[in-house]
């Protein structure tokens, strides 16, 4: 991924979270502990939807798909970041630079197709439960997943091929715990707008194709709802897509704030405390919500721990 001979910078200092050393220990336990869990969770429900015959139903075969991704998701950013909070110079190569920067493109792109799928899931659930199964039958469901992953791994290459092949001839300083295209576009040599442009553009409409789809998806979703004409069926119906609206609401709201924005000078603390969100804090919420609001899944737990 090395661009042409004028690249001269070799590897890149990421600042990291904070410059003060008396927090990066604090910090470090506090990030280490949320990883730890994050693994933890997504990998029960990945074992949960594996192992246990009931939860061999779409909406739960997604629910694995997006733990597995929130695996991956997370690993591409906060190891480096936790190694670098116990740094005093936290070096990341040229080449380590990007290929965090596309993997962690990749996983975030499938997660937004996956979360995009499973609105449409909940909303055939809910809209058209005569014709579910057939609209969303195995085979759809299957077909469905894998081209979740193959538009995830073929959608950031055209931005990571771009910036990869800018100049950066100095400084190398960036001024974030990950490898993001806002501070590495700063860094190059030569300003080429219509790249900017052209990376802009095909990161917006990835978002903004995900998540108006899912919004079309839950403004059905709510219309049919409100038309339940008993109010326990309207709660239990809401139940079943609420967890899954959190998860969006957080995830969309903090990716859309960083990336679809007006240009300008944005206060740069801000800016890393939402990438905290959707890079640290997001995966670990997906097995929390999912497996304290689904009763479904909380049976099949309690079946294992032998939980009358």
């Given amino acids: 991924m090395r661009g042409r001979n004028h690249t001269e ?27 730890t869990l994050t693994l933890v969770g997504n990998m029960i429900i990945i074992m949960l939807v594996w ?36 740094s005093k ?16 493109f990749c996983f ?25 199964n057939v609209l969303m039958s195995s085979r759809i469901c299957s077909c469905l997943a894998a081209s979740c992953w193959t538009f995830g791994f073929i959608w950031p290459l055209l931005p990571i091929i771009l910036v990869s092949q800018m100049p950066f001839c100095g400084p190398n300083e960036i001024n974030h715990f990950l490898c993001d295209p806002g501070p590495l576009l700063e860094l190059s040599c030569v300003r080429y707008y219509a790249t ?56 969309f709201g903090c990716v859309i704030y960083m990336y679809i924005r007006p240009p300008g000078n944005h206060p740069l603390y801000m800016d890393k405390i939402v990438a905290v969100f959707y890079t640290v804090v997001t ?15 909380l049976q099949v737990v309690k079946k294992i721990m032998l939980i009358p």
């Fill in 51 to 86: 192992s246990e015959p009931r939860l061999h139903k779409p909406m739960y075969i997604f629910l694995g798909n997006l733990s597995f991704v929130e695996i991956w998701y997370t690993t591409s950013t906060v190891p480096k970041m936790l190694s670098g909070l116990l």
């Fill in 89 to 104: 110079i936290n070096y990341i190569s040229f080449n380590g630079c990007f290929f965090q920067f596309y993997f962690f």
């Fill in 108 to 132: 975030g792109t499938t997660e937004c197709f996956l979360l995009t799928i499973m609105g449409y899931d909940r909303y055939l659930a809910i809209c058209h439960p005569l014709r579910y």
């Fill in 9 to 35: 910078v070799k590897v890149f200092i990421l600042h990291g979270l904070s410059i003060h050393q008396d927090v990066q220990v604090p910090l470090f336990a506090l990030f280490l502990g949320i990883y």
């Fill in 196 to 251: 900017e442009m052209v990376i802009s553009v095909c990161i917006a409409l990835m978002l903004l194709v995900t998540f108006s789809f899912t919004f079309i998806s839950y403004t059905f979703i709510i219309q049919t709802i409100v038309k339940i004409p008993s109010l326990s069926g309207r709660l239990k119906a809401f139940s079943t897509c609420a967890s899954h609206l959190i998860v969006v609401t957080i995830f």
């Fill in 283 to 297: 995966p670990l919420l997906n097995p929390v919500i999912y497996t304290l609001r689904n009763k479904e899944v």
